[in-house]
């Protein structure tokens, strides 16, 4: 019995970090990152202010709990994807940036 409660402290202590690692902040600099590995006619166009908001909103905003983990995040992520593209090349950038 001691040796189950161990390894389940040890375990949720190495993975504690993976989970807890993806702060507001990591989101913002992530969306910072892809920003800044655009082509700059690409980066022109993108609102970068929008595309930081956009890559927290489902935290902060929509509070989503259920879509926030694989493989549901993945349907969501397609579809905000998908979203992007289509606004983009209707020339809705700054909807583009926000998903």
């Known amino acids: ?31 910072e990152a892809i920003y800044e590995k655009l082509p700059s006619y690409k980066r022109s166009k993108i609102n970068i202010k929008a595309m930081i908001n956009g890559s927290n909103d489902p935290d902060e905003k929509f509070h989503d709990t ?9 349907a969501e992520a397609k579809k905000w994807l998908d979203r992007g593209r289509s606004a983009y090349r209707s020339n809705n950038y700054r909807y583009a940036s926000y998903c």
């Open 66 to 74: 259920v879509r926030h983990s694989f493989p549901r995040s993945f």
């Open 1 to 31: 019995m001691k040796r189950g409660v161990s390894l389940i402290l040890v375990l949720v202590l190495i993975l504690m970090p993976c989970s807890y690692a993806w702060k507001t902040v990591t989101h913002y600099d992530a969306a």
